[in-house]
């Protein structure tokens, strides 16, 4: 089944997923609709967040993407209105011009993957386009 996620500086070496955290935990949401999913990034830019982009990915490489990376996901049924949080964390592990900052590192707990992992799954995706 294919899904829809949303990705920010989409085919870069510096592309990042969009996760929410929910009870301590970090989750992908999968969208079964392009609609579902286009409407969360409006609103999300709504809210000062980067452009992102819509992807068609299937769910099974997403899920096996958020095992490798510590992340759980969570699939948005269609027509169902997801709607971002109006608080957004503090600390992000992603930052649009690649670089990070004190304010935006990584927590200590958070999973790393090596870049032969990093590359596998990237080429995973870039089969699916």
């Given at each position: 089944m294919v899904v829809y996620v949303l990705l920010f500086n989409a085919r870069t070496d510096n592309e990042g997923i969009h996760t929410l955290?929910?009870?301590?935990?970090?989750?992908?949401?999968m969208f079964e609709t392009e609609d579902d999913a286009t409407r969360f990034a409006l609103m999300l830019e709504a809210q000062d967040f980067p452009?992102?982009?819509?992807e068609a990915i299937a769910q099974s490489d997403i899920e096996?993407?958020?095992?490798?990376?510590?992340?759980h996901?969570?699939?948005?049924?269609?027509?169902?209105?997801?709607?971002?949080?109006?608080q957004v964390v503090e600390q992000i592990s992603w930052s649009p011009d690649g670089l990070s900052s004190?304010?935006?590192?990584?927590?200590?707990?958070a999973p790393?993957?090596?870049d032969?992992?990093?590359?596998r799954l990237r080429q995973q995706f870039e089969?699916?386009?």
């Open positions: 955290k929910i009870d301590h935990e970090d989750v992908v949401l452009e992102a982009t819509v096996e993407f958020c095992q490798a990376a510590g992340y996901c969570k699939v948005v049924p269609e027509g169902a209105l997801a709607i971002p949080p109006e004190p304010a935006q590192t990584e927590p200590d707990h790393s993957l090596s032969t992992d990093l590359d089969k699916l386009l």
